[in-house]
Structure formats: C-alpha cells, structure tokens
C-alpha cells in the first residue's frame, strides 16, 4: 500500500510553491538560515512576511528552514518530500488505529485486509493531493499526525499512560497547528465507547470520577497549550471573515459539501467561490441545517450500539475534527486541506462498516468474495489515478489557478492569481483581461491593484500603472505588497526619494519581507561594477518593474564580473520570454542549465520558451494557404 500511494504521488515531487507559500516561504527571510530556528519559538513574526498571517507555528517553520537548509536553497523537492514523509507516515499510524478499533469487538484475521485498505483509501483520496501538494499545508499534515500517533501510543503501549508519554505528540502537534487541541474530546469520546478494564462493582459515581481523571491530562494538556499558542500570536493576525454570523450560517453547509466530496471528490479546487450566506432561510442553509443534525443523531444512535460504535466514533470524530474551521471565522468559507483531519473520522466509519460486511459475508461463495475484493482494488486504483491528475494540477501556478477558474469562473481571486501566473509567461495582454474580470467581481481587493501596476508597466502604460499602486496602497496600506511593488516601480521610475519611505514602512510591518530588505539594500548602496550580485539584484528589480530589455542589460553587466554566473542567464532567459524573443531566451537558459544542471528556475523558463516558440511555429504554420 506504501508503495501504490508513492507511485501515485511520483508526479508531485517538483511541484513549486503556491499561493500562502509566497508570504510563509519564498518571500520569508527567516526560513533561509537553520540559525533562526530558536527564534521561531519565541517569535511568531518569523512565520511570515505578511503581518495579517503571522500566527504561531514554530515547528513548521523550522521544518521550513531544515528543508531550504537541505536544498541547498528553494527547490521544491526537498519541501515536497518532506510533506510526503510526514503524510505516509500518519497513513500507516490511521492504519494502526483502525486495526485496533476493529478488533475491540473481537480478533479476526479479515481486520488487517480491511485495515489496509482503509489506510490505502485515505492515502489515495484525490481531495487529500490538495494539503500534500500546497507546502504551507504541512501545519495540517503535522497536526493530524500527532493526534493519529497520541491514540497509537496509548494504545500499543499502555505501559506508558502512566507517564503520559502519549501526550507528547500532541504538545508538538500544538506548535504546529492549533486544531490539535480536538485530540481531548476525540480521546473523551473514546474512552467513553471503548474503555477498557472498567470494574462493574464500582460505584456509578466511583467510575465516573474514574473517567473524568484519565481524559483530564489531555484537556489540561490542550487548554495549556491553546493559552500558550494565543498569547504568542501577534495581535496582527487576522482571520479574515468580514461577517462572523454568516460564515457561521453557512458551515453545516459546507459540511455536507466536504461529506459529498469524501464520497464522491469531483469538482475539487485550489480557491472556491462559495460565498457565505446572508441568511439562514433559503435550500442550500436548509440542507446544511438537515444534514448536521441527520449525522449527528446517526453518529449518536451508531455509538449506542456496541455492533456499530467504530462507524458511530467515525462520524462523531469528523463533525468535532471540523469544530476549528466552523467556529473560527476565516477569510474563504471552504478549503480542502481543512478536510484532512475530518476525513479520517470518515475513513474510520467506513472501515467499520466494511468490517461488518466481511463479517456478513463470511459464509458467501468464494466468486462473491471475490467480486468484493475486485471492487475494493478497483476503488484504490481509480483513486490513485486520480490523484495523480489532481497533482498534475498543482504542477505550477499556471496550471492550478487555470483549473481554479474553470471551476470557478465568478472567483475573481482565482481570475487574479490565473492573470498573475499568465503575466509572469509574458502573456501580457490575457493577464490584463484577467485582471479587469477580477475587478468587477472583487473592486476593493488590494493586491489585485497590484497585479494591475505590473502588468500595465509592462505595457507601457507607466501613468495607469502609477494610478493602480496608489489605489493598492490606499485599500491595502498594512500589506507589504502594495508598498514594495509601488516602491520597485517609483524606482524604476528614476523616483528614489519616494520609493525609500515605502520601503521603510514595509520593513516595521515585516522585517521578514524578502523584497522589501532588497529594495532597501539597493537604496542605501549604489551598484557597483565590482560586485556581480549587485547588477543582478539590479536586474530583478527592472525585471519586476517590467523594464525587460534594462534588466537584461543589468544581467550581462554582471556576466562580465562573472563569466559563468548561471542566475544571471537565467535572467536573461526569463527577460526574452516575456519579450517574446523565446528563441533567445531559451537559448540563455540552456547556458544556465549547462553551469547548473539542478538550476529548477531555468530549467521551468527554458520549458515555458520551448513550449511558447513551439507554439508560435506551429500557428505560423496553420495561417499558411495552401495555394502558397
């Protein structure tokens, strides 16, 4: 089952980083040095560049820094396969404790088959490709591996509750996300349906205080750890929901959609466009309302039953998996990776419920058992099927935001970040587009504006895209975006004075801001021909400011310090595509890769010009008559 789970998910190692990934790792200067790592405890600002989602997670970060320590830089591989390892490891732990779940109502070698299985439908779920492949996700793959390993160490090593070493995963599961804390009513709920060596000649009140005694370390444990996580928040965070009450409405809702993609997972997006309801009367309120209460009395009526309590604990540990992201007004009603940890209350119900029909169909024919055993295998594999196209999705930006939009064309962050990702090929003018569709349907979203400045810079609209970064600014005058971008674009303005109070004032809100610490380092020092990294950073900058013919000037200024500098062909690679010289810039590209044959940056602008040059032959080609 390892196995088939890896071959599945052999396609996402050299996914790249998307979305939060940009403010929590690529534009985070504190995940570039191991050396940072004790200040991540004690610092919740070096989670990221972007004050409103600096919250509490030092262990994802350090773990950030350990992966860019071990790539020797930002390749995504390190960073994938390190959420790879994590997430099989929690597979083979939920196999562990469905096994356990299963035998309480007695041994039977038909438990480790279904066991597996279970195991193997959680590992190849497609929604599940969503938290693995979105790096920044980890603090969900971390903390639901710390509540599977706190139930495997108390139950495979009962010699040790003593000691209480089986809440030693949740205290670390606590640093790294605070939806850990659900292991308390899980770990309740369990010991209330499956305890084990309960007296009967004690007392009623005797077994209660009983019961109360062993669940309260875990409570203390996460009420603790909860306290410990809020005062260390910055008060900058913010959740993002602009109404409380009908983000509130609207998750029973959303429940019921997550159940439907457990069992059936089409449709599946980076950025859903559901909005919150703002009223309770209505189908889709209604329908939420009705399913909640239909699981919930299910989930109850299934736990009464000592036949059926694996599936009552598995509906009942998917509705309180989900309590975190229902109760906490966030800033998008719904997101797949918020479904990693419910669905395996679901995974578990499902388990049971296979159990109870191996059992039933103990006494049927062997081509009947057969059958059945086909059908679990053909679900595994139309499963690991796909999700190895649900990770082809997350391939690049390009690719992810293209399907968000497909499914979801009135999202207009989606139609954003798809502009974004078109502009960054040099497909200028299918980014504008874009971006005026996100406008309509998004008119005060900040870095929308942003994206506008650039893209019409690029095209020459230089006072449009002045007027753009001053709108961006006035909406969005505490995101550091809106103040870098503006101050590259004042400096490639020949605008230096403007630019540095911008720039300055990104840095007090973030002085984890990659670009802002560049942008200050290029005003406080002029370029000198003696420093090759100079003329490069020099080069980034008129690059972003969509000077591409100033940046590659810059780029070979700094290959005549550095004859064999591979960044800087790369550069001057990227500069040509977005001119649309593609033959040239795949050819300085190839330069890069031959310095540097792991170069990940060149080796994805020398595919995007092969592609593109490809793409133009061919049209070329198709607009010939054939008279000529």
């Not at 190692?13 to 790792?25: E, I, L």
């Not at 019921?256 to 919150?276: E, I, N, V």
């Not at 594999?381 to 190895?388: E, N, R």
Request: aromatic share 12%; charged share 15%.
């Amino acid at each position: 089952m390892a196995a088939a789970i890896l071959a599945a998910y052999s396609n996402h190692f050299q996914n790249g980083f998307h979305f939060d990934d940009s403010h929590a790792v690529t534009n985070n200067a504190f995940v570039r040095s191991i050396r940072n790592i004790p200040r991540f405890f004690t610092d919740a600002a070096t989670f990221s560049s972007l004050p409103s989602n600096q919250s509490y997670r030092p262990i994802v970060t350090t773990s950030l820094a350990i992966d860019y320590w071990l790539g020797g830089g930002l390749k995504p591989f390190w960073f994938q396969a390190s959420n790879f390892i994590w997430f099989l490891i929690q597979t083979g732990l939920l196999g562990l404790l469905v096994y356990h779940l299963l035998e309480t109502h007695g041994r039977d070698p038909r438990h480790g088959y279904v066991a597996v299985s279970a195991a193997g439908i959680y590992g190849l779920h497609p929604a599940n490709a969503d938290t693995v492949n979105y790096i920044i996700a980890r603090s969900d793959i971390i903390s639901t591996l710390a509540v599977v390993a706190a139930f495997v160490l108390y139950l495979f090593l009962p010699r040790w509750r003593a000691w209480g070493i089986y809440l030693a995963p949740i205290a670390v599961g606590m640093l790294a996300k605070p939806i850990t804390a659900m292991f308390a009513p899980l770990f309740a709920l369990y010991l209330l349906l499956f305890a084990e060596g309960s007296d009967p000649g004690r007392g009623k009140g005797r077994r209660v205080l009983d019961y109360l005694a062993a669940i309260a370390p875990a409570f203390l444990l996460c009420a603790a750890m909860s306290l410990l996580v809020w005062k260390m928040t910055p008060k900058s965070w913010v959740g993002g929901a602009a109404d409380a009450r009908q983000y509130l409405m609207t998750q029973p809702y959303v429940a019921l959609l997550y159940f439907k993609t457990f069992l059936w997972p089409a449709g599946l997006s980076a950025d859903y466009d559901l909005s919150p309801f703002a009223s309770a009367h209505g189908a889709r309120p209604c329908a939420g309302f009705v399913f909640t209460l239909i699981l919930l009395a299910g989930g109850v009526l299934a736990a009464i039953c000592r036949r059926t309590r694996v599936i009552g604990f598995g509906l009942l540990w998917f509705l309180i998996a989900l309590l975190p992201t229902s109760l906490s007004p966030l800033a998008e009603a719904m997101n797949d990776h918020r479904t990693f940890f419910p669905y395996m209350g679901l995974v578990i119900a499902l388990a049971g419920a296979a159990a109870m029909i191996a059992e039933w169909m103990r006494e049927c024919p062997a081509p009947a058992k057969r059958l059945a055993a086909a059908a679990v295998v053909l679900l595994l594999c139309s499963s690991a099927f796909a999700t190895y196209q649900r990770n082809r999705v997350w391939r690049d930006d390009e690719s992810l935001w293209h399907d968000a939009v497909l499914k979801g064309p009135g999202n207009g962050r989606a139609l954003m970040n798809y502009g974004d990702a078109l502009m960054a090929r040099g497909r200028l003018a299918e980014a504008l587009d874009d971006f005026e569709q996100a406008r309509k349907l998004a008119p005060y979203y900040p870095v929308l504006y942003v994206n506008l400045g650039v893209v019409e810079a690029a095209m020459g609209n230089q006072a449009q895209a002045g007027l753009d970064f001053q709108t961006a600014l006035q909406l969005g005058p505490q995101i550091p975006d809106c103040l870098t971008f503006y101050a590259a674009w004042l400096l490639a303005q020949g605008r230096p004075g403007e630019a540095q109070p911008l720039v300055r004032r990104a840095l007090e809100l973030s002085p984890a801001d990659l670009s802002a610490q560049r942008l200050l380092a290029q005003l406080n020092a002029p370029f000198s021909p003696s420093s090759p990294e100079s003329y490069l950073e020099l080069s980034l900058v008129r690059y972003r400011a969509a000077r591409y013919m100033e940046a590659i000037d810059a780029a070979e200024h700094s290959l005549k310090l550095r004859p064999n500098y591979p960044e800087a062909y790369n550069n001057i690679g990227a500069a040509w595509n977005s001119l649309g010289e593609y033959e040239l810039g795949a050819a300085a590209c190839e330069h890069a890769l031959r310095l540097k044959p792991d170069f990940v940056l060149a080796r994805n602008n020398l595919n995007y010009a092969l592609e593109m040059a490809a793409r133009r032959h061919k049209a070329a080609g198709s607009s010939v008559s054939p008279g000529r």
